[in-house]
């Protein structure tokens, strides 16, 4: 049964930082692909970065390229969200989210991942 498990969301200024973490278990997740997506109040669910667990190779949402940083600890089994020079727009539930990808495919549709966390808030304030 895999499990992942967000923390690291809050309150922050606009231009603040943030890291999520997202603790996976369940698996051996070196053949998995990992992503973040996030849900505004109001709107559809959209991506925001993967990483394939295996080699680290990354995709960004255009909104978050060179703000955001998706990496993993393979030693935790834990992959973090580093959030840069945060904007309002940024607001909303943050999810972590994956699917078995024994080829090292980077998926940015949320229809293509299997298991969800519960998601933690961010908020940034202008």
């Known amino acids: 049964q895999v499990q992942l498990v967000e923390s690291g969301g809050g309150l922050v200024q606009a231009g603040g930082s943030l890291r999520l973490s997202c603790a996976a278990s369940?698996?051996?997740?070196?053949?998995?692909?990992m992503a973040w997506f996030r849900q505004a109040p109001g709107k559809e669910r959209q991506f925001v970065a993967a990483?394939?667990?295996?080699?680290?190779?990354?995709i960004y949402a255009t909104s978050v390229k060179g703000r955001f940083t998706i990496s993993r600890d393979n030693a935790k089994n834990t992959v973090f969200l580093q959030m840069n020079s945060l904007k309002p727009e940024d607001t909303a539930i943050y999810y972590c989210?994956?699917?078995?990808?024994?080829?090292?495919?980077?998926?940015?549709?949320?229809?293509?991942?299997?298991?969800w966390g519960q998601g933690t808030q961010v908020t940034v304030s202008s």
């Open positions: 989210a994956a699917t078995f990808a024994p080829s090292g495919q980077l998926y940015i549709n949320s229809g293509r991942y299997d298991y």
């Open positions: 369940g698996r051996t997740f070196s053949t998995y692909t």
């Open positions: 990483v394939i667990w295996s080699n680290g190779n990354t």
